[in-house]
């Protein structure tokens, strides 16, 4: 969003485009977090989010997002599988939650809910390892 002019959302399902603005950008991490001040975006069924504490180790994940520009939500399940202090900038390390569900580009900023059915979100999807002898490490 940094160099946008106008940025617009959408809700799943619907091909409506609502104008958005930023509240606030974190440069570093590549996370804007936006709103919406059209009340027609807020009308029906769009149940709110709430962050929850960290998950314990195995416990059900779900990444929700748009992978590789898709249009259709995706959502892959999978398990905390690492708790550990992540680089997150050269001056920065945050707590890390590593999972074993798919996260490919688009799913950066989704959420990684706890329990997707009741909206308990335990993180932000926002790095994948990526090599040769790795996989499903997100």
């Known amino acids: 969003v940094s160099n946008a002019v106008a940025v617009y959302v959408r809700r799943p399902g619907t091909a ?19 709103t919406v001040r059209e009340e027609a975006f807020w009308v029906s ?38 708790l550990t202090l992540v680089r997150y900038s050269p001056a920065a390390r945050l707590l890390g939650i590593q999972v074993d569900s798919a996260i490919n580009p688009g799913n950066s900023g989704g959420p990684a809910f706890a329990d997707i059915e009741a909206g308990h979100v335990a993180g932000v999807a926002f790095s994948k390892q990526v090599g040769s002898s790795t996989d499903n490490i997100g």
């Not at 769009?46 to 259709?72: H, K, M, R």
């Open 45 to 82: 069924d769009l149940p709110a989010l709430t962050f929850v504490d960290v998950p314990e180790l195995q416990a059900s994940i779900a990444v929700a997002g748009y992978p590789v520009g898709g249009d259709s939500l995706s959502v892959t399940k999978g398990i905390v599988s690492r």
């Open 16 to 34: 409506k485009k609502f104008k958005a603005e930023v509240v606030c950008e974190g440069k570093v991490c590549d996370l804007a977090l936006l």
